[in-house]
């Protein structure tokens, strides 16, 4: 019922800059907790950060620093500000929406580093 859709990525030279969108279907910020993962080849997907319900965010130590999350209510979109980007940073990125036990994917966005 809740669909997730992310756009914003591409190609990007080293030391760059992306923002990510991920657009939801309907008002759900005030009750979801939402992520953002990436599964880069060969590896397992991990989350890179989130933000609640309540505005908290969090990042992985890898990102620490250099990514932003943040989400507007009136829009319905969470964002992802992406800086300095390394070779390592390349995925396929996904958004994420969970209330308790129920979660929902998008469909992902590829975020390639040039280096």
């Known amino acids: 019922q809740v669909q997730l859709v992310e756009s914003g990525g591409g190609l990007v030279q080293a030391g760059g800059s992306l923002r990510l969108s991920c657009a939801t279907s309907r008002s759900i910020f005030s009750y979801y907790d939402m992520g953002w993962y990436r599964q880069a080849p060969g590896k397992q997907r991990e989350l890179v950060a989130s933000i609640t319900s309540g505005g908290s965010t969090n990042y992985a130590d890898s990102v620490k620093g250099r990514f932003t999350t943040s989400k507007d209510i009136a829009e319905n979109t969470m964002y992802l500000q992406m800086r300095s980007l390394k070779l390592e940073d390349t995925a396929v990125y996904y958004c994420?929406?969970?209330?308790?036990?129920?979660?929902?994917w998008g469909q992902g966005t590829q975020v390639t580093d040039s280096s």
């Open positions: 994420n929406a969970r209330l308790t036990i129920t979660g929902y």
